[in-house]
């Protein structure tokens, strides 16, 4: 049976390919098309917008883990900043980096029992990874709704 860890690892890796290839398949003009725009009864981000946004949470989490610095990157993950696929793809980069170097802090599946100071209150290194993989994979997951509205083309890691 793989350990928690190793599984944990794996499902950020896939989230990170998956990124990637989302914002490699859309066209630059589509990138922060907002469906939201037309008659809709939710508000809607851009297909670009989603991807940041859960590689966003990603980056929050593994910084606060590693440099307790639990900082929202939404300032410097503005479509303003990363304004096209390249620059997003270089982004992503950087999250999975930030992730590598925050997994490396990781020894056993017994490190997922610690707490941490995180944002809000005391959590379990667990309950943390938990929460922003399930955060992280639903903006994703949005992110390629926006992507499937635009295009037919089906994407390898999903």
């Not at 890796?13 to 003009?29: D, G, Y």
């Amino acid at each position: 049976m793989k350990n928690q860890l190793i599984i944990f690892n794996s499902q950020f890796q896939n989230l990170h390919e998956r990124s990637c290839e989302i914002i490699e398949r859309t066209p630059h003009e589509k990138l922060f098309w907002q469906p939201g725009k037309i008659d809709a009864p939710f508000p809607s981000n851009s297909c670009g917008e989603y991807v940041l946004q859960s590689a966003g949470a990603v980056e929050q989490t593994f910084n606060g883990i590693t440099a307790k610095l639990w900082d929202n990157p939404f300032e410097w993950t503005l479509p303003e900043a990363l304004s096209s696929g390249t620059l997003i793809l270089e982004y992503l980069s950087e999250v999975e980096e930030t992730r590598r170097r925050g997994f490396a802090f990781f020894q056993s599946d017994a490190d997922l029992s610690r707490e941490l100071p995180a944002p809000e209150k005391l959590t379990t290194i667990f309950e943390l990874l938990l929460a922003t993989f399930a955060a992280a994979e639903n903006l994703q997951g949005r992110a390629l709704a926006i992507f499937r509205l635009f295009s037919k083309e089906k994407l390898l890691n999903r």
